[in-house]
């Protein structure tokens, strides 16, 4: 079974360029997370979703980022302008239901220069 | 608040002595507790979890948790070392009340280095 797949792995940009991360789920998980690591740190939710709908922004940098999970499948992470504090590993995850275990991509490393 | 603390930023043993990597936790009532490996530039690989039932959890690789209600822990062990364990280790609890019900609280991670 394959995992989670996110494009792509590295990216580097000049700051107040935008960028945009993608992510495909394990086949059949209605849940998606996408989560923000800084370096040293443990990863910090952005957003999920359970099937299209965005449960849970709380946490997303609304002047700046956007996320969207069209027909519950694939979801796309942007950043418009990025930043320097940008800077950052962003990781994708999914489960079956948002009450099981999560499994994570690989992430995207970004530098924003 | 809903928290997990790593007390320890990194653990250092010698191959094939057991290892233990800490990790406390702050939430009410039940935990829902998860231990996670994250090997250089790759994502992170699930390792056990800790939902209910024996306080013993046995995961993938070798490794274990102890759960201890008590003392808010759920500490990760493997009785002898690889080389190949050496990862930065991340601890987390599910939120279970609030706006983030539902969602993972990761512990700040604690780099295992294991030497030959």
């Known amino acids: 079974e394959a995992g989670v797949v996110q494009s792509p792995r590295y990216k580097i940009i000049e700051k107040k360029q935008p960028v945009a991360f993608w992510c495909n789920p394990i086949?059949?998980?209605?849940?998606l997370y996408w989560y923000l690591q800084n370096l040293g740190q443990g990863p910090e939710l952005l957003i999920r979703y359970e099937n299209e709908e965005a449960v849970d922004d709380s946490q997303l940098p609304k002047d700046r980022f956007s996320a969207e999970r069209l027909k519950g499948v694939d979801s796309t992470l942007k950043i418009q302008p990025a930043e320097l504090g940008d800077s950052a590993v962003y990781l994708c995850?999914?489960?079956?239901?948002?009450?099981?275990?999560?499994?994570f991509g690989p992430g995207t490393r970004l530098t924003v220069l | 608040a809903q928290s997990v603390a790593q007390p320890e930023d990194q653990v250092n043993v010698a191959e094939g002595n057991p290892l233990t990597v800490k990790c406390t936790y702050s939430?009410?009532?039940?935990?829902?507790l998860f231990w996670y490996v994250q090997y250089p530039n790759r994502g992170l690989q699930f390792l056990l979890k800790y939902i209910t039932g024996d306080n013993l959890v046995k995961g993938s690789y070798g490794f274990e948790a102890e759960f201890n209600k008590s003392q808010t822990s759920f500490h990760l062990k493997k009785p002898s070392a690889l080389v190949s364990d050496s990862a930065l280790y991340f601890c987390a609890v599910r939120a279970n009340y609030g706006g983030s019900q539902g969602n993972l609280i990761f512990g700040k991670g604690t780099k295992l280095s294991v030497k030959p």
């Open positions: 086949s059949g998980h209605n849940t």
């Open positions: 995850a999914s489960s079956l239901a948002p009450a099981d275990t999560q499994y």
């Open positions: 939430v009410s009532g039940n935990p829902y």
